[in-house]
């Protein structure tokens, strides 16, 4: 069964759910009752509306990466920590510390993650301020303090290879159990069928860490928005999307011709477009109704490869995307009002 988001609001639907069970349970024995038990058999969706955020992410590379950190920087007061993977001598943290910024969330710590050597995905350099400080390095300190901040589930959002995600499953295991995590990643008709999807392929022993620990137990079912359903010119910025012609205006603000700035900077020197994998992904985590997921038992080869197995892992897999709605959205979330967001100093 398709876990579909829907836009009945959650409250309306959890009544009808309730509703329903109570029907049942007044008619033992027939199809009504039935679908009472099957719908006991299925807890109700945990609510994570509001619940502390951390992003991973390769951001400074696609300018993908930057649109979905400044959506939820915009639209996400509880935007706690940015991580980045794939790190790039810590500049990847410092483009983050220093679009956060720009954007007033000061309260939003960035740690560098873990570097995977010299990657030729950087494209950024030119467009951070020297007086930009490199940033702290500590990921699972800065981890343990987000997840100290709450007693409940914390959300990650993974928009980079897994490194990052599996030294903290590794290096602090009562952890596991309180992630919700989404991941950008994975592919069951990836473009090049001889290799992995990007972010699987970067880190694969680190994938195989994070699905070994689900497999456990250990993990709560994680979310993949997988390249099938990302891949896809619906969901492209370009230098004629009418989004790039707001950031890159006169009148814009000033986070908003960095982004600008990246976009071109990526465009000249690899692709003259930027779809929109992450801010999907960001969009999953943030429970809006855009993708669709159903429980998949997926099993991984020694190269990264993805699919469909029933001797595989359970996780929820991308089935379908809204794309003309999300779009609207991501627009509407970069360009539009922001949302209230604390007051306070982050880590500077």
């Given at each position: 069964m398709s876990t579909t988001r829907g836009q009945v609001p959650r409250d309306e639907l959890l009544r009808h759910w309730q509703a329903m069970?109570?029907?049942g349970e007044a008619v033992p024995g027939s199809g009504l009752a039935a679908t009472a038990d099957a719908l006991r058999g299925s807890p109700w969706p945990e609510d994570l509306r509001g619940t502390p955020l951390i992003i991973d992410t390769d951001i400074g590379g696609d300018g993908d990466d930057a649109l979905a950190v400044a959506a939820a920087a915009r639209c996400a007061p509880e935007l706690q920590l940015v991580l980045t993977g794939d790190e790039s001598n810590?500049?990847?943290?410092?483009?983050?510390?220093?679009?956060?910024d720009l954007m007033g969330r000061h309260d939003v710590a960035t740690v560098a993650g873990i570097s995977l050597g010299v990657t030729p995905y950087f494209?950024?350099?030119?467009?951070?301020?020297?007086?930009?400080?490199?940033?702290p390095a500590d990921v699972v300190a800065a981890v343990r303090r987000v997840l100290d901040s709450t007693d409940g589930p914390v959300r990650w959002v993974g928009m980079a290879p897994l490194s990052n995600l599996a030294h903290v499953l590794a290096a602090v295991p009562n952890a596991a159990a309180r992630l919700r995590v989404t991941q950008m990643g994975g592919a069951l008709r990836y473009r090049n069928p001889e290799t992995a999807e990007h972010n699987v392929r970067l880190d694969v022993p680190a994938a195989h860490q994070v699905l070994a620990a689900v497999a456990a137990g250990l993990l709560p079912t994680p979310e993949f928005v997988a390249s099938e359903v990302t891949f896809t010119p619906s969901i492209e910025v370009t230098a004629d999307s009418a989004l790039y012609t707001w950031m890159s205006?006169?009148?814009a603000p000033a986070?908003?011709?960095?982004?600008?700035?990246?976009l071109d900077a990526w465009f000249s020197r690899f692709y003259p477009g930027s779809m929109q994998h992450d801010a999907l992904t960001l969009s999953a985590a943030l429970d809006l109704p855009f993708v669709d997921s159903e429980p998949t038992r997926i099993a991984m080869d020694g190269i990264g490869r993805t699919t469909v197995s029933d001797t595989g892992t359970v996780l929820r897999w991308s089935i379908t995307a809204e794309y003309d709605p999300f779009m609207r959205w991501l627009t509407q979330t970069l360009a539009g009002a922001p949302a209230a967001v604390p007051a306070t100093g982050?880590?500077?």
């Amino acid at each position: 069964m398709s876990t579909t988001r829907g836009q009945v609001p959650r409250d309306e639907l959890l009544r009808h759910w309730q509703a329903m069970i109570g029907a049942g349970e007044a008619v033992p024995g027939s199809g009504l009752a039935a679908t009472a038990d099957a719908l006991r058999g299925s807890p109700w969706p945990e609510d994570l509306r509001g619940t502390p955020l951390i992003i991973d992410t390769d951001i400074g590379g696609d300018g993908d990466d930057a649109l979905a950190v400044a959506a939820a920087a915009r639209c996400a007061p509880e935007l706690q920590l940015v991580l980045t993977g794939d790190e790039s001598n810590g500049d990847r943290a410092r483009f983050a510390r220093h679009l956060l910024d720009l954007m007033g969330r000061h309260d939003v710590a960035t740690v560098a993650g873990i570097s995977l050597g010299v990657t030729p995905y950087f494209v950024v350099e030119h467009l951070i301020p020297e007086t930009v400080s490199r940033q702290p390095a500590d990921v699972v300190a800065a981890v343990r303090r987000v997840l100290d901040s709450t007693d409940g589930p914390v959300r990650w959002v993974g928009m980079a290879p897994l490194s990052n995600l599996a030294h903290v499953l590794a290096a602090v295991p009562n952890a596991a159990a309180r992630l919700r995590v989404t991941q950008m990643g994975g592919a069951l008709r990836y473009r090049n069928p001889e290799t992995a999807e990007h972010n699987v392929r970067l880190d694969v022993p680190a994938a195989h860490q994070v699905l070994a620990a689900v497999a456990a137990g250990l993990l709560p079912t994680p979310e993949f928005v997988a390249s099938e359903v990302t891949f896809t010119p619906s969901i492209e910025v370009t230098a004629d999307s009418a989004l790039y012609t707001w950031m890159s205006s006169e009148g814009a603000p000033a986070w908003a011709g960095l982004l600008a700035d990246h976009l071109d900077a990526w465009f000249s020197r690899f692709y003259p477009g930027s779809m929109q994998h992450d801010a999907l992904t960001l969009s999953a985590a943030l429970d809006l109704p855009f993708v669709d997921s159903e429980p998949t038992r997926i099993a991984m080869d020694g190269i990264g490869r993805t699919t469909v197995s029933d001797t595989g892992t359970v996780l929820r897999w991308s089935i379908t995307a809204e794309y003309d709605p999300f779009m609207r959205w991501l627009t509407q979330t970069l360009a539009g009002a922001p949302a209230a967001v604390p007051a306070t100093g982050g880590n500077g």
